[in-house]
């Protein structure tokens, strides 16, 4: 498999207020597959998020390096899809407007994009409120709404941080299984950072698992769960094996942390 | 969820809300009223609210000028301070620079009561409503620079990092993002400053002036004409409150997102 991302030696070190220094990310090596997708898995502070703004170059690492497609990541690229954990819709913008925002940010035609907007709102299950306010919608839908602006401009890498977390329980799990059917049906490369270790699991082809302070990888575990995904799988034997791995891995490091 | 998915709730709520409050204004008037007649209170110390309407009425062919006069006295002074407020906090959000320079300037102009320069300003140009407007633009403009920079700093941080990953110019992530994104800002700041532009217009009145609703107050009080004093203060509560509401109406008409229903964070 090629990989459309490659992480190396990368490390991110802040200085604190206080003027401590911190080090948020220890020596990264990763590689992300095309059209694989990967959850990030693991307490909070680990430096997940860090993680995912390298990778939209919005802040640069102190030491090492990132390769997207080959070339060191410079600055931000429309190659690259984010997907934040609110919706961050505009409100004065009708929900179409929304996910062509993009287009029109780039300077493209948004009428010629227009039919390819509605295709996205219909594959989310959004038809028929292309014309409402973001402050109609439900968060589940808005949600939905700033997933089709991010595949509206068709990036190949789909960065995704904690989208979910600000749902309720019962949304979460139905746009996650959504979300698989979206990637099914289009290809693409998806970096999913989660502390949901259900979510996780089933959602990815593999699960990277880090530990905090420093933040590091501490293992990537392929999930050979069959696809379609179904919520039903938490009950099988290997979801539980997968889960009681990973589980120990977080818990493990954050004893290492404490001592 | 459409917001008015019950109706009838909302309705029952706003009668109810807007009942209380005529019936505790209609019983404060009538207390007044009890109260002038029953005490005997001279007129020139406290009219009641009936010889306010009468003197009012009374007056009625020469007040039209003055309502007319302070009134385009507080429009232009309002429209100058949005003119020059909003260009300004443009100015700063975007120049540090500009920031360092202008906000010092601008915090010692706003600490020196308005009161204070009224009488400089009318030595400077002079008596008529050039003076007066100029006031009522001082006053005015704080509150919109402040409002307007704010709300063109509170977007949020995903939504600006969205923005420039498409490489796009910073002028249009401005244009489309940060301006839009201001106006709700931008129109409580225009609440605050209409008042403000009103005080202002009537304090450059009361320096010096030869018409308008606070040079009426200023002569019929030099000449203890009470009940017309106080019909010129009522008219200027008027003028306040239709001033206020039609920038209320103007951002309901603008940022239609803002007034529905105080979910203002769960979208953002």
Known sequence: MNAIVEFRR??????????RSVLALDDINADIGENEFVTILGPSGCGKSTLMKIVASVIKPSSGEVFFEGRPLTAPTARIGMVFQQPILMPWRNILENVLFPIEMMGKSTKAHEAEARDLLKLVGLAGFEKAMPYELSGGMQQRAAICRALIYDPKLLLMDEPFAALDAMTREELGIELLRIWSER??????????????????????????????????????????????????????????????????????AAE | MPPNKVPYARLRRFLQGNFAAVLVFACLLTTWELA????KVPQWLLPAPSKIVSALWGARDMLPI????????????????????????????????????????????????????????LVWIGYGTESKVLIAAMTAFFPIIINTSAGMEAVPKELLELSRSFNSPSLKV??????????PYLFSGMKVAMSLALIGAVVGEFVGSDRGLGYLILTFSSTMNTPLVFGAMALLAVLGICLFYLV??????????YQSGGEKERYI
């Open chain 1, 10 to 19: 990368l490390s991110m070190e802040y200085t604190t207020r206080s003027g």
């Open chain 1, 187 to 256: 290809k693409k490369t998806v970096m999913f950072v989660t502390h949901s270790i259900q979510e996780g699991i089933l959602l990815a082809d593999r699960v990277i698992v880090m530990t905090a302070r420093p933040g590091r990888i501490a293992t990537s575990i392929k999930i050979d769960l069959p696809r379609p995904r179904t919520m039903n799988m938490v009950s099988t034997h290997e979801y539980g094996r997968y889960a009681e791995e990973i589980r120990s891995l977080i818990s493990g490091g954050a004893q290492i």
């Open chain 2, 36 to 39: 002038c007649t029953i005490g």
């Open chain 2, 66 to 121: 003055h309502v007319a006069t302070t009134t385009f006295e507080v429009l232009m002074g309002f429209s100058f301070g949005v003119l020059v407020g909003v260009p300004l906090s443009i100015l700063i959000v975007l120049s540090p620079l500009a920031r360092k320079v202008v906000y010092p300037i601008l915090v010692v102009l706003q600490s020196v009561p308005k009161v204070a320069l009224a009488p400089i300003v």
């Open chain 2, 174 to 183: 401005f244009w489309k993002v940060r301006l839009p994104f201001a106006m």
């Open chain 2, 248 to 257: 209320s109406l103007a951002e309901r008409v603008f940022c239609p997102w």
